[in-house]
């Protein structure tokens, strides 16, 4: 079956360093989204990516999209103590109806 | 705007007992989810209903059943819960499956003694 895997697993940095998570699909997407999870909380939806080699920004977020769709990122600059979190991308096979695959999740931790 | 209503939100059980998790959605959707998440292993789907009327396993269905009551409400029920069921479980909702995003609820999370 599809897996979407993410590294790092966890990542501590010290505040105002920068931050990147990736993602890995095994098969090609149709789209990738990346969720947030504060620590206790759900997950809350930051973006959707659906073309080849995609790029877009939130504020200091840069999310991009494989050429290939198979790989993601999302890259964080000055991180921030409310950055913390983990950090989800979840891909959509355009074959699999409604079923988005979650990868693993980083965990970001910011030491201020 | 209440968005994604879950019940309970904690819950412990004994090995062998049945509960039903429930779960709402007031924004008209049109699809439904239900993930599971563990440590370290992301979010797994369990089941899910792309529209009333129709469900579909997911990943990890076994051990799970699912109901569709209406277009607002999407239960999971454990009929012989297990140690290894227990985890949090997230109630999602999207305005229909193909391209969107994912409304969660805020979890329910289950101990099985």
């Known amino acids: 079956g599809q897996q979407v895997m993410q590294i790092p697993q966890y990542q501590h940095v010290q505040e105002g360093e920068d931050f990147t998570t990736y993602c890995n699909s095994s098969t090609t997407l149709s789209n990738i989204q990346w969720y947030k999870q504060r620590p206790g909380g759900h997950p809350v939806f930051l973006i959707q990516?659906?073309?080849?080699?995609e790029v877009k920004k939130q504020k200091r977020l840069t999310f991009q999209f494989g050429e290939a769709k198979k790989n993601s990122s999302l890259h964080i600059t000055a991180t921030q103590t409310t950055d913390v979190g983990t950090y989800f991308c979840?891909?959509?096979?355009?074959?699999?109806?409604?079923?988005?695959?979650f990868g693993g999740g980083t965990r970001l931790m910011v030491k201020p | 705007n209440a968005g994604v209503t879950q019940t309970p939100k904690f819950q412990v059980l004994k090995t062998g007992q049945s509960m039903t998790l429930q779960c709402a959605q007031d924004m008209n959707h049109n699809s439904m989810y239900w993930y599971r998440q563990d440590p370290g292993m992301g979010l797994r789907l369990i089941y899910y209903s792309a529209s009333e009327g129709t469900t579909d396993k997911g990943e990890v269905p076994n051990g799970y059943n699912v109901s569709r009551l209406n277009k607002r409400e999407f239960s999971l029920r454990l009929e012989s819960a297990a140690p290894s069921q227990t985890s949090v479980y997230f109630c999602?909702?999207?305005?229909?499956?193909?391209?969107?995003?994912?409304?969660f609820g805020e979890g329910s999370r289950l101990t099985v003694l």
């Open positions: 979840a891909g959509q096979r355009s074959n699999a109806g409604n079923m988005l695959t």
């Open positions: 999602a909702s999207s305005v229909s499956g193909r391209i969107g995003e994912l409304f």
């Open positions: 990516l659906v073309k080849s080699g």
